[in-house]
């Protein structure tokens, strides 16, 4: 299989891998639900292809990675990651199972998420995965929670890269992305907590850790997950939290007019991911977080086009007073994206 090869980086160039199963997302037509609508908008989607998609849009050597059926909807994902500059050189191509499918019934409070991914290629990930050097030596290895759902084998890929550390990555990244549609709580809540424990870096959202862990506040996200090197906390409207060892990180979150909230967790950890790779510091890997967020939660897709570099890094110096200022609302950085 081709698709990428002519973008293809040399085999241990990526500054980033992100493994995990990206969909076709089909969305009804503006304005419609999914109960009325004739038409429906069809996009990719897949936690770990979004935020490879962001940071290859912003310049960051990225390759994703994933099983695939072999067929034209698979075909499409991979052409779309490769179009924006992902490297899908690695992906495992398959003649069996289905490309997954699922559906967006949008809302600005909640949207809800329907899946048709039981029989998807996705679920044939498995450790062997980590054998491909182009898969190893990694500066950052970013993972999340929804792959150790899919199924046994996933779970095990999972397990070696966080906990039997198997791909040599400096760095491990693990976002908990809890997905009730695809395991009860009691299920997921030790598995998450076992593999975020054990990772380098890990973004949770405050409401998530409540209804897995029972934490109540950041402080007892950090205490839940004792070895881990940071823990992000992302406190919706609120802010943001960098809880490392003895040091701790605010930065409020940008006004926004949410269009649609899916994704912006995976914006976010791009952007906090794109910053740490860039040698800054918490607050402002934060900051990018925030305003990759903000871009995320203004359109129907899972990944929105970031704003230019040049007008990122020049929020990323504002003096913090102005920070989450009407100035730095989501209008301005729709207006620098459009
Ligand atoms: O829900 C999933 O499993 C997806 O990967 C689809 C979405 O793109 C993802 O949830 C957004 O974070």
Same mark, same amino acid.
């Given at each position: 299989m081709s698709i990428g090869a002519g973008? /293809?980086?040399p085999p241990n160039a990526a500054h980033?891998?992100?493994?995990?199963e990206t969909m076709i997302m089909l969305v009804p037509e503006e304005g419609s639900t999914l109960a009325a609508t004739r038409r429906f908008d069809s996009y990719i989607g897949g936690a770990e292809s979004n935020v490879a998609l962001y940071l290859a849009r912003l310049g960051v050597p990225v390759r994703w990675a994933s099983v695939m059926r072999n067929d034209p909807l698979g075909r499409r994902? /991979?052409?779309?990651l490769a179009g924006s500059g992902v490297d899908v050189s690695a992906i495992s191509w398959?003649?069996?199972a289905q490309t997954g499918l699922y559906l967006k019934d949008p809302g600005a409070e909640s949207t809800a998420v329907y899946y048709y991914r039981q029989g998807s290629a996705a679920r044939l990930i498995d450790p062997a995965l980590w054998q491909?050097?182009?898969l190893r030596s990694a500066a950052v290895l970013h993972l999340t929670g929804i792959t150790p759902a899919l199924s046994e084998s996933a779970n095990a890929a999972v397990e070696a890269a966080?906990?039997?550390r198997e791909t040599g990555a400096e760095l491990v990244s693990f976002d908990v992305n809890y997905r009730p549609g695809l395991w009860p709580v009691d299920v997921a809540a030790p598995v998450l907590r076992r593999l975020a424990d054990a990772s380098d870096l890990v973004f949770v959202g405050m409401d998530e850790a409540h209804h897995l862990w029972g934490c109540a506040t950041p402080r007892e996200v950090r205490e839940m997950l004792p070895r881990a090197r940071t823990v992000v906390v992302k406190d919706g409207a609120v802010g943001a939290y960098a809880l490392s060892s003895g040091r701790e990180t605010f930065v409020p979150s940008l006004a926004v007019d949410v269009v649609e909230p899916v994704g912006a967790g995976d914006a976010f950890a791009a952007g906090y991911l794109k910053s740490l790779l860039d040698g800054r510091g918490e607050a402002e890997r934060l900051r990018l977080g925030h305003l990759l967020a903000a871009t995320a939660l203004t359109v129907h897709e899972d990944a929105a086009e970031p704003p230019?570099? /040049?007008w990122l890094d020049a929020q990323l110096e504002v003096?913090? /007073?102005?920070?989450a200022s009407a100035a730095l609302a989501y209008g301005k950085v729709r207006e620098q994206t459009a």
């Open positions: 973008g /293809a980086l980033v891998v992100a493994v995990g994902i /991979a052409t779309e398959r003649d069996v491909d050097e182009r966080v906990l039997g230019s570099s /040049a003096p913090e /007073a102005e920070w």
